[in-house]
């Protein structure tokens, strides 16, 4: 069987920010702006593959060689709710980027993710797909999200998680090896409520101040 990329970034950066986000006494505000900024540094990661082609340029001095990123554009989808959290970051970097929605939750009883929205770029097909969600648990709606974007006709996905379990991660690639996942850190697994531990919580409550 393939086995798709995982990227486990190590950076002081992100083993910084990562502990500020775990840490149950950090307030919503800065819950949010650390997930921001964690979300910049993944995507710096997550778009190194991207592909760039040679161009000549003129500076005060001199022509010069340098590079441009060429092929595809970019669509981000952040998984609602808590995905949206992490879009800044990305179109910090990526300002011209299309953003689509994937309306998951997932049913607190049987952890199955339940679709109530999908509004996509309709050129999905044509663009570099980064598909936003927080905390890769079961790997339930993160799959069927990317069924989703698939199905649109996405060919090209890359994940973007702060936290993933090795099972989600295992159930990512069964599915879809084609899928790179880049996360800040791969915790130890799910507790008995589908929470990743030791995790951060329910990253859309700490978001948007909910409980
Ligand atoms: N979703 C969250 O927000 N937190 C978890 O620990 C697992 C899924």
């Known amino acids: 069987m393939t086995t798709g990329v995982v990227v486990e970034v190590d950076h002081p950066l992100v083993r910084h920010q990562l502990g500020l986000l775990r840490d149950v006494t950090t307030p919503t505000q800065m819950f949010r702006q650390l997930v921001n900024e964690l979300t910049l540094l993944l995507t710096y990661e997550a778009t190194k593959t991207l592909a760039d082609e040679a161009v000549e340029i003129e500076t005060p001095l001199e022509r010069m060689g340098a590079r441009r990123i060429s092929g595809k554009k970019v669509a981000v989808c952040p998984i609602l709710r808590a995905g949206v959290g992490m879009l800044d970051g990305v179109l910090s970097l990526i300002p011209g980027a299309r953003v689509g929605f994937i309306g998951l939750y997932r049913d607190e ?103």
Do not use: C, F, W
């Open 109 to 211: 009883e049987t952890l199955q993710p339940v679709e109530y929205y999908v509004k996509l770029p309709n050129d999905i097909a044509d663009r570099d797909v980064l598909l936003l969600d927080p905390m890769l648990a079961t790997g339930n709606s993160t799959a069927a999200a990317v069924v989703t974007v698939k199905e649109a006709g996405a060919t090209s996905i890359r994940l973007i998680a702060l936290i993933a379990t090795p099972e989600g991660i295992a159930r990512i690639h069964a599915e879809h090896p084609d899928v790179a996942i880049v996360v800040a850190s791969i915790d130890r697994g799910l507790n008995e409520k589908g929470y990743i531990v030791p995790g951060l919580g329910d990253a859309g409550d700490r978001l948007y101040g909910t409980k």
